[in-house]
C-alpha cells in the first residue's frame, strides 16, 4: 500500500474524528481573531479619547497662535467697529469696458524686461506714485504686509550691485542646475549686473512675514507671499501706465546681505529687486510670442 492510499484509508475511517478537528481548529482560529480585533478596536477608542481630551493632533494650523489664549488681548488687524460704506464705482457702459480692456491689453502687451537704463534721473513724485499704486494691492486681512525700498544714491547703488554680483557668480557656477544656466542663455544674462547702478532708480520690494502691534505683540500677516506678490503685479503695471520699464530680478541667495545694507528688520525678506527707469536708447529685448489666450485660459 503506497502513501497516498494509506492517507485515503485513514480519513475514510476515521473521518468524524477528521472534521471533528477541523471545526474546532475553525472556531478556535475564529475566537482569536476575535480577541485581536477587540484588542486593537480597544486601543482605537482610547486613542481617541486622548485626543478628545488634549485636542486634535493632526496637521498644524497654517497661521498658528502666538501662545496667549487670552481674549482680551486678541485684536483684529483693523479695529472691529471699522465701518463699512457705500462702494459705487462710476458704471461704464459695456462699449466702455470693451474699449478700456483692449486699450489697457495692448498697453500691457507692449512691456518688456530691459537690461540697458538711461541715467535721467525720475522725477521723486513719480516714484512715489507707482509705490503708492502698488500700496493699493488687497492683503490678507488689509495687513499690507509690504516694505519698498526706492534706492537713489549712487554709492549705495554701488553696494547693492557688489554684493548681488558676488552672490550671482556663486549661482552661476556652483548652485544653478545647468539646465537653469542654458534656459537663460537666450536672454545674455549673465553674473555682471551694469544696470544695478546705471538705473536711475531701484525698487526693492520686501516681504513682512510679520509686524508688531502697538502693545508689542506680533501680528500676523496672512497669505504674505501672494499678497506681496499681487502688489509687485500692480507695481510693474503701473511702471508700464507711466512709460518707464523695469527688470524683474531676483537676487538669489543675497537676501540677507541686501537686508543688512538697507538696515531692514529680520522680520522682512526681499521677493524683487527693480532697476526703474527709461530704457537706454540703444536697448534691445528678445524677439519674444506669448502664449495665445487658448492656451492660457480655460472656458468653463
Not at 549673465?190 to 544696470?195: A, F, N
Request: hydrophobic residues 35%; charged residues 30%; aromatic residues 8%.
Amino acid at each position: 500500500m503506497n502513501i497516498i492510499s494509506l492517507v485515503v484509508w485513514t480519513l475514510e475511517k476515521n473521518c468524524f474524528i477528521v472534521y471533528t478537528a477541523l471545526i474546532v481548529c475553525f472556531i478556535g482560529f475564529t475566537i482569536f481573531h476575535k480577541n485581536r480585533l477587540d484588542i486593537h478596536y480597544r486601543n482605537v477608542e482610547i486613542k481617541e479619547e486622548k485626543l478628545a481630551r488634549t485636542g486634535p493632533k493632526k496637521k498644524e494650523r497654517e497661521f498658528p497662535d502666538d501662545g496667549d489664549d487670552d481674549p482680551e488681548l486678541l485684536l483684529p488687524a483693523i479695529p472691529e467697529d471699522t465701518p463699512h460704506i457705500p462702494y459705487r464705482p462710476p458704471r461704464k457702459s459695456d462699449e466702455e469696458i470693451l474699449q478700456k480692456s483692449r486699450e489697457y491689453y495692448e498697453l500691457m502687451a507692449k512691456r518688456r524686461t530691459v537690461r540697458c537704463f538711461s541715467a535721467e534721473p525720475i522725477p521723486q513724485e513719480v516714484l512715489d506714485n507707482i509705490v503708492k499704486t502698488a500700496g493699493t494691492a488687497p492683503s490678507g486681512a488689509h495687513t499690507e504686509p509690504w516694505t519698498f525700498v526706492v534706492v537713489q544714491d549712487p554709492q549705495i547703488k554701488e553696494a547693492i550691485r557688489e554684493i548681488v554680483e558676488q552672490e550671482e557668480e556663486l549661482n552661476y557656477t556652483q548652485r544653478m542646475s545647468r539646465q537653469w544656466v542654458t534656459d537663460l542663455k537666450p536672454f545674455a544674462t549673465k553674473p555682471s549686473k551694469p544696470y544695478l547702478s546705471e538705473a536711475p532708480a531701484l525698487v526693492l520690494v520686501f516681504r513682512q512675514a510679520y509686524s508688531w502691534r502697538s502693545d508689542g505683540k506680533k501680528r500676523m500677516h496672512y497669505y504674505s507671499e501672494i499678497s506681496t506678490a499681487i502688489a509687485a503685479g500692480f507695481l510693474l503695471a503701473a511702471i508700464q501706465y507711466c512709460g518707464l520699464v523695469a527688470l524683474t530680478s531676483t537676487p538669489l541667495n543675497a537676501n540677507a546681505r541686501l537686508r543688512d545694507l538697507l538696515s531692514r528688520p529680520a522680520n522682512e525678506r526681499l521677493e524683487l529687486l527693480l532697476p526703474v527707469g527709461r530704457p537706454h536708447k540703444e536697448t534691445t529685448v528678445p524677439d519674444l510670442d506669448r502664449k495665445p489666450l487658448e492656451e492660457i485660459m480655460l472656458k468653463i
